[in-house]
């Protein structure tokens, strides 16, 4: 084969054949393979599983089955108990301004993974109401052995598990799992980082640790004795209270099996250029997989194991491409973690929270309400067009999200609004709002975090700025605007 092309594959779906044979062909079994326990992190004794009628992983951040860590460790455990295994996820009624746009692509995901969880005996269980409440009793009542739940830094996730952690009893081992990140957060660094030159070396040192082939999940063995009711999917959204007037998507399709054949496109289309284009909104360059990351729908650890095949090939674009999905998203996740004033202009750097101070009373030529930024009516033509594609299509262009940012700070009254509109229309509209990566890419263009302070101008201080001339330089700005200048159905 010519080194110069990249691996052919027969057809679209070659690489979920290839993963499900990989699977079937596993040497190593769940109970066989070498789990790493630095994946765990213990929120009670690690006591003995007493007398139970079941194993609980309490999904809530990685909507898949395969290539799960916490899943695979709650197996494990189930196995090792010979009892049932059950996996729990609670539909809240609002979660961090996401509109139905989010609730019903997340909730097409989890009726996919109920039915693989019916091929594999695995019990799936869709609850309503507070998540530690809703969890709390479902143990309780099901007799549960021990809870093995998701990671997500959040602080409204992080309630749920202390809340719990407080209310469970204490002969139940209770314990979290990172399966979102190749390198578990409190492994990867023990503070908050000051940037991704802190950080990379301490993740790349322990890629060849944690960047391992999954065993597969089984189909379990022990049945539940008992009937417990089944799900109801049509009422399942019937208690939430979020916006319904935000359309779903449709380029992009809930799932696992989605999610892979995304990554195939990306292999085949888009990782030849990605180096060279990816800050081109108008190329199609990028992997467009954050969907399915954010939903944990597919595994990113499943994404480089198969992305490292192309590196003698385009050795630029996979190293540019993991730069991207394992430091920069790793690192977002370390701060969210560490520093609880995330979502704050408090949680910014002293020297840009001096500067930002020091800047508040600049006079702004243009002053915007949140009415008028979230319905695109602004001066800017090319900002319009970023807020009207995310509007439409859930989605925007990384390099324009900097933009995007930047001028909702130099067009309102305060940071702090800057920084609260920001967030709000980014978790709102975008498919993959509510997470760590959303609100740091807020907190970089509002409030410097990650980055260092710059020439001194007005109302951004030291913050960097970003101005429409430099777009220009970037990309064709006259070409965008005619694509998502106006508001129109989705493409």
Not at 140 to 153: C, E, Q, S, T, W
């Amino acid at each position: 084969m010519d080194e110069s092309s990249p691996p052919k594959r027969k057809k679209r779906s070659d690489l979920l054949t290839k993963f499900k044979n990989n699977r079937e062909n596993a040497s190593e079994s769940i109970m066989t393979f070498p789990f790493n326990k630095k994946r765990v992190r213990l929120l009670s004794e690690l006591n003995d599983v007493k007398d139970c009628k079941g194993i609980l992983y309490w999904m809530f951040r990685d909507i898949r089955v395969q290539d799960n860590w916490a899943l695979l460790f709650a197996q494990r455990t189930a196995l090792k108990n010979n009892v049932p295994l059950h996996i729990c996820f609670c539909i809240m009624p609002s979660f961090l301004y996401a509109s139905i746009r989010y609730y019903k692509f997340l909730l097409k995901g989890l009726m996919k993974v109920e039915e693989e969880c019916k091929n594999l005996n695995i019990n799936f269980h869709l609850l309503n109401g507070e998540p530690n409440m809703s969890i709390l009793k479902f143990v309780k009542v099901h007799r549960m052995g021990a809870v093995i739940a998701d990671f997500n830094p959040l602080r409204l996730p992080m309630s749920w598990i202390n809340d719990l952690q407080k209310d469970l009893p204490e002969y139940i081992p209770f314990c979290q799992v990172d399966a979102h990140n190749i390198v578990p957060c409190w492994i990867a660094s023990s503070k908050q980082e000051y940037a991704a030159r802190t950080i990379r070396s301490k993740i790349n040192t322990k890629l060849e640790e944690f960047l391992t082939e999954f065993p597969p999940v089984i189909k379990h063995p022990h049945k539940i004795k008992s009937k417990i009711e089944g799900n109801n999917w049509e009422k399942a959204l019937q208690n939430i209270s979020v916006d319904m007037s935000v359309d779903e998507i449709t380029w992009a399709k809930p799932g696992y099996e989605y999610g892979v054949k995304a990554l195939e496109n990306f292999l085949q289309n888009g990782i030849k250029k990605y180096t060279t284009e990816r800050n081109d909104p108008l190329a199609n360059a990028l992997s467009n997989l954050s969907p399915w990351f954010h939903f944990g729908m597919i595994s990113v650890q499943r994404c480089i194991l198969e992305i490292t095949e192309y590196k003698k090939i385009h050795p630029k674009s996979v190293e540019s491409f993991m730069e991207e999905a394992i430091i920069r998203r790793e690192l977002s996740d370390n701060f969210c973690f560490y520093n609880k004033k995330y979502d704050l202009i408090e949680g910014a750097y002293p020297w840009a929270i001096e500067t930002l101070d020091k800047h508040r009373k600049d006079k702004r030529k243009y002053l915007y309400s949140l009415d008028q930024l979230e319905n695109s009516e602004t001066h800017d033509d090319l900002w319009n067009a970023c807020q009207n594609q995310m509007v439409m299509i859930g989605k925007m262009h990384g390099f324009l999200r900097m933009y995007w940012a930047k001028k909702i700070l130099e067009w309102t009254e305060s940071p702090e609004s800057a920084l609260q509109w920001a967030i709000y229309l980014n978790n709102k509209y975008s498919i993959d709002g509510c997470d760590p990566n959303g609100y740091v890419g807020c907190m970089w263009s509002i409030c410097g975090i990650h980055d260092q302070g710059w020439s001194e101008r007005q109302i951004f201080g030291k913050i960097r700025y970003m101005n429409y001339e430099g777009c220009k330089r970037k990309f064709d700005v006259k070409e965008f605007i005619l694509k998502w200048g106006k508001k129109k159905n989705e493409l």
